[in-house]
């Protein structure tokens, strides 16, 4: 069955630490990333990686606050984010096949997506 699967969100205080999971099986994939979306603004390509390359893009909203990791026999991208802020508050997902350069990153219509997972900083 192919799918991604999410987890690690929820409520954390502001300046704490939270370390999401993505899960991906039964896909083949290049590239790997997160993705958020909070009420009213655009979704944000936030962290994406090339599997095999390594190659990497963050946001620089986040890059100075992120920790990531991963497991390449789960096939599994862990983000954790450190100094969290309430502008952090946003439905997290994670994708595979998503396009990145060193402007952004996206998903593409060939894209795995996972259900998400909330997080929610409160101040």
């Known amino acids: 069955q192919e799918q991604v699967v999410e987890s690690g969100g929820g409520l954390v205080q502001a300046g704490g630490t939270l370390t999401l999971s993505c899960t991906a099986s039964?896909?083949?994939?290049?590239?790997m990333g997160w993705l958020r979306q909070a009420p009213v603004k655009e979704r944000e390509g936030i962290s994406c990686?090339?599997?095999?390359?390594?190659?990497?893009y963050y946001a620089d909203s986040v890059k100075e606050r992120l920790t990531p990791s991963r497991d390449n026999a789960k096939n599994t991208l862990y983000l954790q984010m450190n100094n969290l802020k309430p502008e952090d508050t946003a439905m997290y997902y994670c994708?595979?096949?998503?396009?990145?350069?060193?402007?952004?990153?996206?998903?593409?219509?060939?894209?795995?997506w996972g259900q998400g997972t909330q997080v929610t900083i409160s101040s």
């Open positions: 994708a595979t096949g998503v396009h990145f350069s060193g402007s952004g990153c996206s998903t593409s219509p060939s894209s795995a």
């Open positions: 990686i090339g599997w095999t390359s390594g190659t990497t």
């Open positions: 039964g896909l083949s994939f290049a590239t």
